[in-house]
């Protein structure tokens, strides 16, 4: 059975491997956020990203508590508790063409 990219997604999450994150991401890979405000271009900045929140947010009571697919992406919920501040939040991913 072949694994999706949401299963390497959940393979990262468990394992914090930095190699497997590369290699899950698409060079023109592009990682936008309500905080950056504009949209991050590339493979590099996407790695960076999502890295860092890897070390902020993934720490050991980090849970995804729902999940939603489509054909082209999915929305995870996930929450944590870092000093004391419940945290929900979600992540949104999905493949996007441009002709």
């Known amino acids: 059975m072949t694994?999706?990219?949401l299963d390497k997604w959940y393979l990262y999450i468990k394992s914090?491997?930095?190699a497997a994150l590369w290699d899950l991401l698409h060079p023109d890979a592009?990682?936008?956020?309500?905080v950056v405000h504009t949209p991050q271009r590339g493979r590099d900045i996407t790695?960076?990203?999502?890295s860092s929140a890897d070390k902020v947010l993934g720490g050991p009571g980090f849970a995804y508590i729902g999940e939603w697919r489509s054909n082209t992406g999915a929305v995870l919920e996930f929450e944590n508790e870092i000093d004391g501040i419940r945290i929900n939040g979600v992540e949104m991913t999905g493949s996007r063409i441009s002709r």
């Open 30 to 34: 592009v990682f936008e956020s309500p």
């Open 16 to 18: 914090h491997d930095r």
């Open 3 to 5: 694994m999706t990219g």
């Open 47 to 50: 790695f960076k990203y999502l």
